[in-house]
């Protein structure tokens, strides 16, 4: 049986990954919106990763026989000031994400529950992953400053996101 407090902090995770999905699906509505198409297709990618996060948290208290308590989704931003701000915008809310997810994981070692540490290994080094993916676009994004060539050609690059 999982302990309670691990199961709501879980249920909390729930809701920030589907947030993220939110963000994201908004994020490449508003690319969409500006013809940065490959920009939109790298968040259309993420938006589907970080619904399936939360389908995979979610799955996770059923098979433990915990309760799932599924709350409303914070509505996100429609637009933002450049690319740039977007994705200095993904790279902290993934920040903000990894956060939560230690402390998740600081909670189930105190609570000696192996299982649920067990699943936030991957979810951490998942989280590893996601930032660094962020960061390294949003370096390229102030690299490249106003030059209208170096957006088109990272649209490109974002655009081959799961096509290679």
Same mark, same amino acid.
Do not use: C
């Given at each position: /049986?999982?302990?309670?407090? %691990?199961?709501?902090?879980?249920?909390?995770?729930?809701?920030?990954?589907?947030?993220?999905?939110?963000?994201? /699906?908004? /994020?490449?509505?508003?690319?969409? %919106?500006?013809?940065?198409? #490959?920009?939109?297709?790298?968040? !259309?990618?993420?938006?589907?990763?970080?619904? %399936?996060?939360?389908?995979?948290?979610?799955?996770?208290?059923?098979?433990? #026989?915990?309760?799932? &308590?599924? =709350?409303?989704?914070?509505?996100?931003?429609?637009?933002? &000031?450049?690319?740039?701000?977007?994705?200095?915008?993904?790279?902290?809310?993934?920040?903000?994400? =990894? &956060?939560?997810?230690?402390?998740? &994981?600081?909670?189930?070692?105190?609570?000696?529950? !192996?299982? %649920? #540490?067990?699943?936030?290994?991957?979810?951490?080094?998942?989280?590893?992953?996601?930032?660094?993916?962020? #960061?390294?676009?949003?370096?390229?994004?102030? /690299?490249?400053?106003?030059?209208?060539?170096?957006?088109?050609?990272?649209?490109?690059?974002?655009?081959?996101?799961?096509?290679?």
């Amino acid at each position: /049986m999982m302990p309670e407090k %691990t199961v709501a902090l879980v249920n909390k995770q729930i809701n920030a990954e589907f947030y993220s999905s939110y963000l994201y /699906m908004a /994020m490449q509505g508003w690319f969409e %919106t500006i013809n940065l198409r #490959g920009f939109a297709h790298w968040m !259309r990618a993420q938006a589907h990763e970080e619904f %399936t996060h939360g389908v995979k948290f979610h799955d996770y208290l059923i098979e433990r #026989g915990a309760k799932v &308590a599924l =709350t409303g989704v914070e509505t996100p931003p429609g637009q933002w &000031a450049s690319p740039l701000a977007a994705f200095e915008e993904v790279l902290k809310h993934e920040q903000k994400v =990894t &956060a939560l997810i230690n402390q998740l &994981a600081e909670e189930a070692d105190a609570a000696k529950d !192996r299982a %649920t #540490g067990i699943l936030l290994q991957w979810f951490i080094n998942e989280q590893v992953e996601e930032e660094a993916n962020a #960061g390294e676009i949003v370096a390229k994004l102030r /690299m490249i400053k106003d030059s209208p060539g170096g957006l088109l050609q990272l649209d490109h690059m974002l655009g081959k996101r799961g096509k290679e």
